[in-house]
């Protein structure tokens, strides 16, 4: 797991205790993660070929290799890094929370290198 919290100052108190949140809860909020994607990728606005909305259904370990990024304001990224939907080359995919509560997917498709 990597967790990263920006900006780079030290974060205020609910913040600190949103990231030993999402430490102490890191596997069950990559479940909640990925089943969110498997629903929400389902929509058209996402453009998966037939045979990747299959693999949403059969395949278990569809997204690999989380990590969370958290920003100062409460909201926060998981992204996994590894997944065989065209959609995730090269950077992965991530889902956003609000606190605990999952509420967009962040297309990282499109993404400049940093």
């Known amino acids: 797991m990597s967790l990263v919290i920006e900006p780079a100052t030290v974060p205020e108190s609910a913040v600190r205790e949103l990231a030993a949140t999402v430490i102490a ?22 453009g998966l070929a037939h045979s990747e909305l299959v693999e949403l259904d059969v395949t278990e370990s569809l997204f690999g290799e989380p990590e969370a990024v958290i920003w100062a304001d409460g909201t926060w990224l998981l992204r996994f890094a590894e997944s065989r939907l065209e959609m995730a080359d090269p950077f992965g995919i991530g889902v956003l929370f609000a606190g605990t509560t999952p509420y967009a997917v962040e297309d990282l498709s499109g993404a400049e290198p940093v």
């Not at 809860?25 to 996402?46: K, M, T």
């Open 25 to 46: 809860r890191f596997g069950e909020f990559a479940e909640v993660a990925a089943d969110y994607l498997r629903q929400q990728l389902r929509e058209p606005q996402f």
